[in-house]
């Protein structure tokens, strides 16, 4: 089973950038999907990066295109938000997600039962 830790979250001032990281264990990641989601206080999680096991493909949040940017490198099981201008509507706690899937052939995917591995969360507050 992996297991995902995410780091990098804080408190920012709107169009400030911040990187968040999610260390994953476990031999396989390089095999999964992984995404990113977030959590507004009195609201749903929702989607906001996907990428493929191969990072050969990426998919975004269209609140986001343009201003997030998802990696991650297999070699050290990482995997990377980075988050330019940032706007207080991006203050969330931010979690790290593997898809249920190996070796999945095709986009990422955007909902969360489709992941069945999620880290503890990391706290993006976006000062106005």
């Known amino acids: 089973q992996v297991q995902l830790v995410e780091s990098g979250g804080g408190l920012v001032q709107a169009g400030d950038s911040l990187r968040l990281s999610c260390e994953a264990s476990?031999?396989?990641?390089?095999?999964?999907?992984m995404a990113w989601f977030r959590q507004a206080p009195g609201k749903e999680r929702e989607f906001v990066a996907g990428?493929?096991?191969?990072?050969?493909?990426?998919i975004y949040e269209d609140s986001v295109k343009g201003r997030f940017t998802i990696s991650r490198d297999n070699a050290k099981n990482m995997v990377y938000l980075l988050m330019n201008s940032l706007k207080p509507e991006d203050t969330a706690v931010y979690y790290c997600?593997?898809?249920?899937?190996?070796?999945?052939?095709?986009?990422?995917?955007?909902?969360?039962?489709?992941?069945?591995?999620w880290g503890q969360g990391t706290q993006v507050t976006v000062s106005s």
């Open positions: 476990g031999r396989t990641f390089s095999s999964f999907g």
């Open positions: 997600a593997k898809d249920r899937q190996f070796n999945r052939i095709g986009s990422p995917r955007r909902y969360d039962y489709e992941y069945n591995s």
């Open positions: 990428i493929s096991w191969s990072g050969r493909s990426t």
